[in-house]
């Protein structure tokens, strides 16, 4: 079974320009993540898609980042303008439906996007 | 809140030493918990989880128990390897399926042979 793909796998701008990230899930995912992962940081959730609707983006900071999923299959994140604190690695992840009531459905990461804004 | 405090690292060790991690949490209801692991260059793999109280996730050789008592999930392995070397994140859901995950930020572990 194919992973979760990203790409670019690395990108440098300078600050005020834009950049986008994509990601293809794993085949069928109905649920897809988009987390920002800070140097020395965990990853913090800025979206999660339903298929191709918005549950969560509560933590996304709307005046700069943008996020979609047509179709409800691939993904774009979008930084428009960059700020140095953008720098981080950007990672995707998707995870299935839950196959009964006490399962868990695992969120599988992909290699992420390292985004190094100067 | 949700969140998770873990030890800060990095850790280093001697082949076949004892590891323990420890991580505690704060969560409103019942979360599950999980490890998980970044090898060098490589993704966030998910190495185990729990997701109940007392539950015992187990995976590799590495072990964590959910203990809702003192709020702790700490990660433990008997004897490490060099191949465990990795940076580890403890992480919580608020879901016992589907659901955003919580992480702490991360320690390193180094293994020396």
């Known amino acids: 079974e194919a992973g979760v793909a990203q790409s670019p796998r690395y990108k440098i701008i300078e600050k005020r320009q834009s950049v986008a990230f994509w990601c293809n899930p794993i085949s069928g995912h109905a649920t897809l993540y988009w987390y920002q992962q800070i140097l020395g940081q965990g990853p913090k959730l800025l979206i999660q898609f339903q298929n191709n609707g918005v549950v969560d983006d509560s933590q996304l900071p709307k005046d700069r980042f943008s996020a979609e999923r047509l179709k409800g299959v691939d993904s774009t994140l979008k930084i428009q303008p960059a700020k140095l604190e953008d720098s981080a690695v950007y990672l995707c992840?998707?995870?299935?439906?839950?196959?009964?009531?006490?399962?868990?459905?695992?969120?599988?990461f992909g290699p992420g996007t390292r985004l190094t804004v100067l | 809140g949700n969140s998770v405090t873990q030890m800060e690292g990095p850790v280093t060790l001697s082949e076949e030493a004892f590891l323990t991690i420890n991580c505690t949490y704060t969560a409103t209801g019942y979360p599950s918990l999980f490890w998980y692991v970044q090898y060098p260059g490589e993704g966030l793999q998910l190495l185990l989880k729990a997701t109940k109280a007392d539950d015992k996730g187990s995976n590799k050789g590495f072990e964590a128990t959910y203990r809702k008592e003192t709020t702790s999930f700490h990660l433990e392995k008997g004897s490490v390897q060099v191949s465990d070397s990795a940076v580890y994140f403890c992480a919580l859901s608020r879901g016992s399926t589907l659901g955003r995950l919580y992480f702490g930020r991360g320690t390193q572990l180094t293994v020396w042979p």
């Open positions: 992840a998707s995870q299935g439906l839950s196959s009964g009531r006490d399962s868990y459905n695992e969120q599988f």
